[in-house]
């Protein structure tokens, strides 16, 4: 296993500006989460997915957040109209029973570092 | 609805000192446990898990932790702490349905001193 990858590890962008970030998940596995991270806070569940399909979204994931996972693999989220307090860091982590693991023990991506000026 | 809370924000240990990080939830059904580890401007990376057995779990580098149900605590402990032990250090409560999805703790940042 290659473990889960973020791209990009870090970006800036100026406040009103789209940004898209991309989880590529362990392969064969077809749970995928997103989580947020604020400074000095833990992680805050987003949404997830199984397979291709959005099961669940927090109310943390406003109109301006949309993830998608087109076809079952990797996973984009697109923030629109970038605010200063969506500044945080954004992870992924994916899961799945193969191999005797449960959906509960999640593998986490070293996250996408976002920083809104 | 589940809940993590973590006593202590901040833990400061003297290298080979006991360490003891405290982690108490709350959660309507059985819950599944986890410690992660996180260091600087990087991922989460899991240290232990307590789904169902033994109430003892021994995890990676020498942590393990006890789930001590009438509590409702599931406290993360190493006997001696070493240098590369400082990192930030979160407890997790998830269960069975409702998308596994994890609920942390806010997080308790372990500082190891000569």
């Known amino acids: 296993d290659t473990g889960v990858s973020q791209d990009p590890r870090h970006k800036i962008t100026k406040r009103g500006q789209n940004v898209t970030f991309r989880c590529d998940p362990i392969s064969e596995h077809n749970r995928l989460y997103w989580y947020r991270q604020t400074l000095g806070q833990g992680p805050e569940f987003l949404t997830y997915f199984q397979n291709e399909a959005q099961l669940e979204k927090s109310r943390l994931l406003s109109d301006r957040f949309s993830a998608e996972r087109p076809k079952g693999s990797f996973s984009t989220l697109e923030i629109q109209r970038t605010e200063q307090g969506d500044s945080a860091m954004y992870l992924c982590?994916?899961?799945?029973?193969?191999?005797?693991?449960?959906?509960?023990?999640?593998?986490f991506g070293p996250g996408t570092r976002l920083t809104v000026l | 609805a589940q809940s993590v809370t973590q006593l202590g924000s901040h833990v400061s240990v003297s290298e080979g000192a006991l360490v003891l990080l405290r982690c108490n939830y709350s959660?309507?059904?059985?819950?599944?446990l986890f410690w992660y580890v996180q260091y600087p401007n990087q991922g989460l990376q899991l240290l232990l898990k307590?789904?169902?057995?033994?109430?003892l779990v021994k995890g990676i580098n020498g942590f393990e932790a006890e789930f001590k149900k009438s509590e409702t605590s599931f406290p993360l402990t190493k006997p001696s702490a070493h240098m590369s032990d400082a990192a930030e250090y979160f407890c997790a409560v998830t269960f069975t349905g409702g998308g596994n999805k994890l609920t942390f703790g806010t997080g308790t940042q372990l500082k190891v001193e000569l």
């Open positions: 307590y789904t169902t057995g033994a109430t």
């Open positions: 959660s309507s059904v059985p819950p599944y």
């Open positions: 982590a994916s899961s799945s029973l193969h191999r005797g693991y449960s959906y509960n023990e999640q593998f």
